[in-house]
């Protein structure tokens, strides 16, 4: 009687962190997802801004989003550190920009675009390095693909 007990505990153990880890995959894949999208959106907008289509840099960033979207560890290694490397070239441009930009009206509105530029930037920076569903997610997907 005792082993059927142990035996139903385990399972249910097993089940509840079955579901645990199915619940960090989903987060971990709708993170991953949102940050490969608005990648992309960032890169339209700046292609509407500075009215410079650059096909060849638009299909890289295309493709190293699919890329990350697929699972591939370096293409999120490459982001974090892209955006972290934007966080500090941004605030170390920004007083720079702010004193160049005083006699235009869509100063303040690029300014803004900057500094929501940081924050996003920092914040999936964070995400891809220290998110465990976005761990969990990658490796699933890497797993996939072996």
Known sequence: MKTEDFDEKQEAELDAFEQRQMRSFERGKRLVWLIAGVNILFDLINIFVSNDFQIVQFAVHV?????????????????????????????????????????????????????????????????????????EYMYRKKSERL
């Open 63 to 135: 493709a190293l989003s699919a890329a990350l979207v697929y699972g591939v560890t370096w293409v999120r290694y490459l982001y974090a550190v892209a955006g972290i490397l934007t966080v500090i070239v941004t605030i170390l441009a920004l007083p720079g920009l702010v004193s160049l930009m005083q006699v235009s009206a869509v100063s303040g509105i690029y300014i803004a675009v900057l500094i929501l530029t940081v924050c996003y930037s920092a914040t999936s920076a964070v995400i891809l390095l220290f998110s465990k569903s976005v761990k």
